[in-house]
């Protein structure tokens, strides 16, 4: 690697032994570099060469260097985990190619302004029709089992989701996503759908009304975890809540809708975990039964069950991190023993109606959700290969918490993203594709607003309907036509300008017919209500 007249060396491999032995002081602004052609760290290099660090030493290079990364990340050169390095320009008087993560170390998030933060992914046309698909299945069950939308803000103040949730919850210790105002209040982007339905109950005095109040809701939560497959930082969940009434005849109405959601979207594999976890009475008989068998052995739960068992020992059976093996070990009870009559009798009448809807469920004593606001009724969504989709359980003390008055509920929320990436590993395509109906062709400048009109008298007819805005001919306008799936094409040009038709080709069956142009639209209305 040739080094320019205007650069020193500062160090080889940056380390501060290096440092210390070249009598260089300590400095912030410099930049690995290594010969052409080399591949990454820990690979020999050609001639003997080794990695350098070389020292800008003006503005003008810190701009060729800053410019030279930037340019890479933007245009993507090479994926950055397996060539993690920028070619350097010429100019800047050095042979070789710059190192990212020193990049990265150096200007931090300024050179990744440009990119997607970590945990988040961009929803692009064609993606978004599986999503509206999960979102008009959803919406329709939700009307037909009589639930109304409710819109609460992405964020909220930090308490209401400490109270709601659980001090002692993953959510609220590791994944909430809190952050101060400008006046210094905390404020939490929200980590789930619940908390803030709740809150928006108790303010607006919804428990007010009449009956019983179902609320659905659809939107993105934030939660701070490690990002994979169908979890993200920022996802997307559907939900509902049914607030004032207590009788398992509810709860069994909300297991099967959520299931039915499911099984709409096209997953009919899908079956019901299904668990009581009791209420204050019976978590107190728990507690104790907990301490006695896990106090013993306490040094060999994690840290934080080893904290949680004095607290909420039933979080313990939720731990992911390797507690499970000593409740096995022990023998813990689990909570379906410490129900108490009422508790035991509301889990019967439950299962009771969930043989009568035919919901195929499973008894499984070990589960009990990842929050702490959820009494008796609790139960998770399973698909082969897939684990949880969501779930949901009952919360008879949670709108009190919220300082509102006693009043029994109960919801579920489904992972959106887990949801649509198990319905497309199934194969198949979205039921409702974005596509148009009608895509209305001009072939002579004359028809140029004749079309346009007739495009508008479309639209507010319901049909999705697009035109060409650039100029091209008939062959690309057909190409367009296709491209954009569309059913039809209607051809506007001087033959049909003067006799008032329309030329409409069926792009399916190649079949095409003149049509007057009065009766055009509602020839396409109707064809387009066939499709639906």
């Given amino acids: 690697m040739a080094q320019g007249p205007s650069h020193r060396e500062i160090r080889a491999g940056g380390s501060e032994s290096e440092r210390r032995a070249t009598g260089q002081p300590r400095r912030t602004d410099i930049w690995m570099l290594t010969p052409m052609g080399t591949a990454g760290k820990g690979e020999a290099f050609p001639n003997g060469g080794a990695k350098r660090t070389l020292r800008a030493q003006s503005g003008e290079q810190r701009e060729i260097f800053r410019r030279s990364s930037s340019e890479w990340l933007s245009n993507r050169v090479a994926p950055r985990k397996t060539s993690p390095f920028v070619p350097v320009e010429e100019s800047t008087g050095m042979e070789g190619v710059l190192c990212v993560r020193c990049l990265v170390g150096l200007w931090g998030d300024d050179i ?54 659980g001090e002692t919850t993953d959510i609220v210790e590791k994944e909430m996503y809190t952050f101060p105002d400008k006046k210094g209040r905390s404020m939490t982007l929200r980590p789930e759908g619940t908390a803030g339905v709740i809150r928006a109950y108790v303010e607006n005095k919804l428990y007010a009304n009449p009956g019983v109040s179902k609320l659905y809701y659809v939107g993105p939560m934030f939660r701070y975890e490690n990002p994979q497959a169908g979890r993200q930082r920022q996802f997307y969940q559907l939900g509902c809540e049914a607030l004032g009434a207590d009788g398992p005849d509810i709860d069994a109405e909300i297991i099967a809708l959520s299931v039915d959601v499911l099984h709409e979207f096209g997953l009919e594999g899908v079956s019901v975990e299904l668990n009581s976890v009791g209420c204050p009475v019976c978590r107190a008989v728990h507690k104790e039964r907990m301490l006695e068998a896990l106090d013993p052995v306490r040094d060999k739960l994690c840290s934080d069950c080893s904290r949680r068992i004095d607290k909420n020992p039933l979080r313990i059976f939720d731990c992911k991190r390797g507690c499970q093996a000593v409740l096995e070990e022990v023998g813990a009870p689990t909570i379906l023993d410490s129900l108490c009559s009422d508790c035991r009798q509301h889990f019967e009448g439950t299962k009771a109606l969930l043989d009568a809807f035919e919901v195929r469920y499973e008894v499984n004593p070990l589960l009990v959700r990842g929050l702490d606001y959820y009494t008796r009724t609790a139960w998770e969504l399973t698909y082969p290969g897939s684990g949880s989709l969501g779930g949901g359980g009952r919360y008879n003390g949670l709108v009190e918490q919220l300082d509102g008055p006693p009043t029994p509920g109960i919801g579920f929320a489904i992972g959106m993203e887990r949801a649509i990436l198990m319905r497309k590993s199934n194969g198949g395509e979205p039921s409702q594709k974005s596509g148009l109906d009608v895509f209305v062709a001009v072939a002579d ?21 697009d035109k060409d805005y650039q100029g091209k001919g008939m062959k690309a306008q057909f190409k367009a036509a296709d491209r954009e799936h569309a059913r039809f094409v209607a051809v506007f040009g001087g033959d049909e300008l003067l006799h008032n038709t329309v030329s409409i080709k069926d792009l399916s069956t190649g079949v095409q017919q003149e049509i007057p142009e009065h009766e055009a639209i509602q020839f396409l209305t109707n064809q387009a209500r066939q499709e639906i």
């Fill in 112 to 165: 990744m302004a440009y990119q997607r933060p970590r945990g988040t992914v961009d929803l692009l046309p064609g993606e978004t029709d599986w999503w509206e698909n999960l979102e008009t299945v959803a919406r329709r069950l939700f009307r037909a089992y009589h639930f109304q939308e409710i819109r609460t803000p992405a964020f909220e103040h930090t308490e209401v989701f400490v109270r709601s949730v």
């Fill in 445 to 465: 400048e004359a028809a140029a607003i004749t079309a346009q009109k007739f495009v508008h008298r479309l639209r507010k007819n319901g049909i999705r309907a």
